[in-house]
């Protein structure tokens, strides 16, 4: 696609529950990363993918968040038994493999609220 | 681990003048990447400039450049011309230039308000 596509904009779940949150990159990047960006602060890294390996999951808060990214192109970030400390805007990001020096290309994420 | 730091939380221009933000990080590293988003409110990071730690000369992209000083490890936005437009959070960022794995995350800092006067 043309962008970086996240779905759905915004999710309200109840404490407890199950949610899994949906990234579609630019075709064709192999670098896609997730971000957490808590209210009044900057994006903290989760997880980075190149292809479908996870080459990089220190960011993951604990063992109830995990991402997949089964045909190295769409990736599902998966957190269960949800809490309100996880709300949060989830952003998604995608790179070409040696594009380093650029910035990568951002969807506009998910806002996960937990009421 | 790298740190990135924008101690002023919002500022105000003036539609037409110029405004700095400003930025610090710190680094072991000797070469990087140094980046600035900007996030309006429909959430999404718009590369404003970036720049490499190795190039001594300070990049500009129109109304936007930056002052580097990598002795000092501060990194600042000068925005000319302000337009109503810039209104937005801006965030400072860092990447390692080492390939792979952990070296390719950004370190975001906390962000900056701008807001722009008619």
């Known amino acids: 696609g043309a962008g970086v596509s996240q779905t759905p904009s915004n999710k309200v779940t109840e404490k407890g529950k199950y949610v899994e949150l949906r990234c579609d990159p630019i075709?064709?990047?192999?670098?896609l990363y997730w971000y957490r960006q808590s209210l009044g602060q900057g994006p903290e890294f989760l997880i980075y993918f190149q292809g479908t390996g996870a080459a990089d999951d220190s960011g993951l808060p604990n063992d109830r968040f995990f991402a997949v990214r089964p045909e190295g192109s769409v990736s599902t970030l998966k957190i269960q038994r949800t809490e309100r400390g996880d709300s949060a805007v989830y952003l998604c990001?995608?790179?070409?493999?040696?594009?380093?020096?650029?910035?990568?290309?951002f969807g506009s994420g998910t806002r996960l609220t937990v009421v | 681990a790298q740190t990135v730091t924008q101690s002023q939380p919002e500022m105000s221009v003036q539609e037409a003048e110029t405004v700095t933000l400003s930025c610090t990080y710190d680094?072991?590293?000797?070469?990087?990447?140094l980046f600035w988003y900007k996030q309006p409110p429909s959430r999404q990071m718009i590369l404003v400039i970036r720049q490499e730690a190795y190039k001594q000369q300070n990049a500009t992209e129109n109304r936007f450049s930056v002052n580097f000083q990598k002795a000092a490890k501060s990194f600042s936005l000068k925005i000319s011309d302000s337009q109503l437009g810039d209104a937005a959070m801006y965030f400072c960022a860092y990447r390692s230039a080492l390939g792979g794995g952990a070296n390719s995350k950004l370190t975001f800092g906390k962000g900056i308000t701008l807001s722009v006067r008619p």
């Open positions: 990001a995608s790179s070409s493999r040696g594009s380093q020096g650029d910035g990568y290309t």
């Open positions: 680094t072991s590293e000797s070469d990087y990447y």
């Open positions: 075709s064709g990047h192999t670098a």
